[in-house]
């Protein structure tokens, strides 16, 4: 089965730097990376998502690129802004258009003002 | 647009009662997945549900737990003589092409 691995567990940033957290997947056969960010209490978020027949999409300041080599995938956070601390994790899902979503163990990211 | 509901958000049992935990998709969606959440860690895949069917169980405990889709109203997940080890967060997701999570329910068992 599908194993994601993500890293760093815990991202500290000055507000206005940029935050990276990176992915890497096992299942050559995935084909679509969602990413979710969860604040304290609620439930996680879709912020932004890449199907592997793309290789970067951006939404405002949140970019994602996929490396279908490498089998890795990474999220990155521009302009950081302090209500972007929250707990962010990625996933992974097979080739089948339906099923469930392999997470990662998810990255604290704190932004300082 | 009403987003995925799930009810109760909270819930307290004793050891050894029964739990269940409701979960409403998103409109239009016909396709439900429970994950779970325990303290500090990511979510773990339980079950994915269409309607009437269970379509993949295969992170489902082999005892107490289980889940249903019925043709009307919502998916439950039932956790029977609950124990302190599945005190944790239950989220529902429903989908379309992406899967949006619901609020969660968090479980308590004293």
């Known amino acids: 089965g599908e194993n994601v691995e993500q890293h760093p567990s815990t991202l500290s940033v000055q507000e206005g730097d940029s935050a990276v957290i990176k992915c890497t997947y096992s299942d050559s056969a995935s084909n679509y990376f969602p990413w979710y960010k969860q604040e304290l209490g609620k439930g996680p978020q879709l912020i932004i998502d890449?199907?592997?027949?793309?290789g970067e999409k951006k939404d405002q300041r949140i970019a994602v690129t996929l490396n279908k080599t490498a089998k890795h995938f990474s999220l990155h956070i521009t302009e950081t802004q302090p209500e972007d601390s929250a707990v962010y994790f990625c996933a992974a899902r097979p080739t089948d258009s339906w099923g469930k979503l392999q997470f990662g163990a998810g990255t604290q990211v704190v932004v300082t003002p | 647009n009403a987003g995925v509901m799930q009810n109760p958000r909270h819930l307290v049992r004793r050891r050894g009662q029964e739990a269940r935990l409701r979960c409403s998709p998103m409109?239009?969606?016909?396709?439900v997945y429970w994950y779970r959440q325990l303290p500090e860690e990511g979510l773990k895949f339980m079950v994915y549900l269409q309607k009437e069917n269970i379509i993949d169980e295969s992170g489902m405990p082999k005892e107490r737990f289980s889940a249903e889709f019925p043709k009307e109203g919502p998916s439950i997940l039932r956790i029977q003589q609950v124990v302190r080890g599945d005190s944790a967060a239950y989220f529902c997701?429903?989908?379309?092409?992406?899967?949006?999570f619901g609020p969660g329910t968090r479980l308590t068992v004293t």
């Open positions: 890449i199907r592997s027949n793309v």
């Open positions: 997701a429903s989908s379309g092409n992406e899967q949006y």
């Open positions: 409109k239009g969606h016909s396709h």
